[in-house]
């Protein structure tokens, strides 16, 4: 597509449960991001994919928290064992390597934990 | 403490008016950008301002970047309802190779018919 893909739009998972969720960035983008932005709060960075290189994983809140990124493009974010502080919108974006100025962002990830 | 404090939070006009919203922090930064997100959609960008006294206008938006990189503004003319929606700023620190947004929490805008 022409844009940040992502799915689940909204889920909605139990306490506990683990959750992943999916990011096709734009084709020809090597760079990813994912953010979340919680109720009341900006835009929170997790983690940032470059090509084949390490990601930078410093925003990651806890090690409940993982991603990864197959074939330079598709990328998962999985959260382990849900907890209700989890719920946010989480928010994809993808850029040229030399146009980190110029990202775009999916509609995101709404997750409810209950 | 939040890097970045927008001001005001919320605001309410009549369709026809000027308003101004402001981002500010007591750090430098590399460059900053101004996004709208509208309700259900992910932030999409409207600038990015790098040079420090920098102005840039986009129809009726009017951004500027303070001398000291420190702060920035957004300015509206003739707000119209489409004008509607939250508006973010988000900069970035370090080199240009920086990558990591910091983002302030918003101001959201609603603009009266």
């Known amino acids: 597509g022409a844009g940040v893909s992502q799915s689940p739009s909204n889920k909605v998972t139990e306490k506990g449960k683990d959750v992943e969720l999916r990011c096709d960035p734009i084709s020809g983008h090597t760079a990813l991001y994912w953010y979340r932005q919680s109720l009341g709060q900006g835009l929170e960075f997790l983690i940032y994919?470059?090509?084949?290189?390490?990601?930078?994983k410093s925003g990651l809140p806890s090690d409940r928290f993982s991603a990864e990124r197959t074939g330079g493009s598709v990328s998962t974010l999985t959260i382990q064992r849900t907890q209700q502080e989890d719920s946010a919108v989480y928010l994809c974006?993808?850029?040229?390597?030399?146009?980190?100025?110029?990202?775009?962002f999916g509609e995101g990830s709404w997750l409810t934990v209950v | 403490t939040q890097l970045l404090e927008q001001s005001p939070q919320f605001l309410s006009i009549q369709e026809g008016e000027n308003l101004t919203v402001y981002c500010n922090s007591s750090?430098?930064?590399?460059?900053l950008q101004w996004y709208r997100q509208e309700p259900g959609e992910g932030p999409v960008l409207l600038v990015t301002v790098v040079t420090g006294g920098e102005v840039k206008k986009l129809k009726r938006l009017t951004f500027q970047f303070g001398d000291a990189r420190k702060d920035s503004s957004l300015h509206i003319t003739a707000a119209q309802t489409g004008d509607t929606g939250l508006y973010l700023c988000a900069g970035t620190r370090g080199g240009a190779g920086s990558y990591q947004l910091t983002f302030g929490k918003g101001t959201k805008l609603s603009v009266i018919p």
């Open positions: 994919f470059q090509g084949n290189s390490a990601p930078d």
């Open positions: 974006a993808s850029s040229f390597r030399n146009r980190r100025n110029t990202i775009y």
């Open positions: 750090s430098v930064f590399s460059s």
